[in-house]
């Protein structure tokens, strides 16, 4: 389950993994990545150069990636 608050009393919602999946695929492997950082101006940098897609498509095609199974 994936928490989130509104700030608001009784605002908290939960998500499960399917849903999430199915909303915003790649935004699970990005939350387990920044719990993994350092908390501070370096983890902070680190977490703005990732980059994660749902599918096949991206505009990295001249670097030749390699594709990750799940």
Same mark, same amino acid.
């Given at each position: 389950m &994936? &928490?989130?608050?509104s700030g608001y009393p009784g605002g908290i919602t939960a998500t499960n993994f399917r849903d999430m999946q199915n909303?915003? =695929?790649g935004r699970a492997l /990005?939350? $387990?990545?920044?719990?993994?950082l =350092?908390?501070?101006?370096?983890g902070y940098a680190m977490i703005k150069k990732l980059k994660v897609y749902g599918g096949a /498509?991206? =505009?990295?095609? $001249?670097?030749?990636p390699k594709v990750? /199974?799940?």
């Open positions: &994936y &928490y989130r608050h909303k915003h =695929p /990005e939350k $387990a990545v920044k719990g993994m =350092p908390k501070g101006p370096l /498509e991206h =505009p990295h095609t $001249a670097q030749q990750l /199974e799940l």
